[in-house]
């Protein structure tokens, strides 16, 4: 099983989604930003390590959205989804196709990874947690 963490980051009343690139695995489908968990990171460590590599944005780590459990063929992976909020930094295409911030409208509009699938539910029921405010 391999631990994933991922950044739930709002901006007023839109969310930030990732493309993620042609040539990975899940090519073109959208996500939330993050990775994998490394040895010997915490899963906040991880997610403000991933934020920097793929966005170059330093993020401030809130509490857990929700946990997801999921089997791709080629991988079976534990998706921790955490409240975050940019701290420093304006986001950047580093890794990713592209970034969008959309309203929980709009994410029907977007292919997403079949992971996010279940949050996505959860998101569009309303139920959007308690995010983290931006220091901005």
């Given at each position: 099983?391999?631990?994933?963490?991922?950044?739930?980051?709002?901006?007023?009343?839109?969310?930030?989604?990732?493309?993620?690139?042609?040539?990975?695995?899940?090519?073109?489908?959208?996500?939330?930003?993050?990775?994998?968990?490394?040895?010997?990171?915490?899963?906040e460590?991880?997610?403000?390590?991933?934020?920097?590599?793929?966005?170059?944005?330093?993020?401030t780590v809130g509490?857990?959205?929700?946990?997801?459990?999921?089997?791709?063929p080629?991988?079976?992976?534990?998706?921790?989804?955490?409240?975050?909020?940019?701290?420093?930094?304006?986001?950047q295409?580093?890794?990713?196709?592209?970034?969008?911030?959309?309203?929980?409208?709009?994410?029907?509009?977007?292919?997403?990874?079949p992971?996010?699938?279940?949050?996505?539910?959860?998101?569009?029921?309303?139920n959007?947690?308690?995010?983290?405010k931006?220091?901005?």
């Open positions: 099983m391999t631990e994933v963490v991922a950044a739930l980051i709002w901006n007023g009343n839109r969310l930030m989604i990732c493309q993620r690139p042609a040539h990975k695995a899940r090519g073109l489908l959208w996500e939330f930003a993050g990775g994998k968990v490394e040895a010997g990171e915490t899963r460590q991880a997610l403000i390590r991933e934020c920097r590599e793929e966005l170059a944005i330093t993020v509490p857990v959205f929700m946990e997801v459990t999921h089997a791709y080629d991988l079976a992976v534990h998706l921790t989804l955490f409240h975050a909020a940019i701290q420093a930094g304006t986001p295409k580093l890794e990713h196709n592209d970034i969008r911030w959309v309203t929980v409208d709009e994410l029907d509009r977007y292919a997403f990874c992971a996010d699938e279940v949050i996505l539910q959860r998101l569009r029921d309303g959007k947690g308690d995010p983290v931006s220091e901005n």
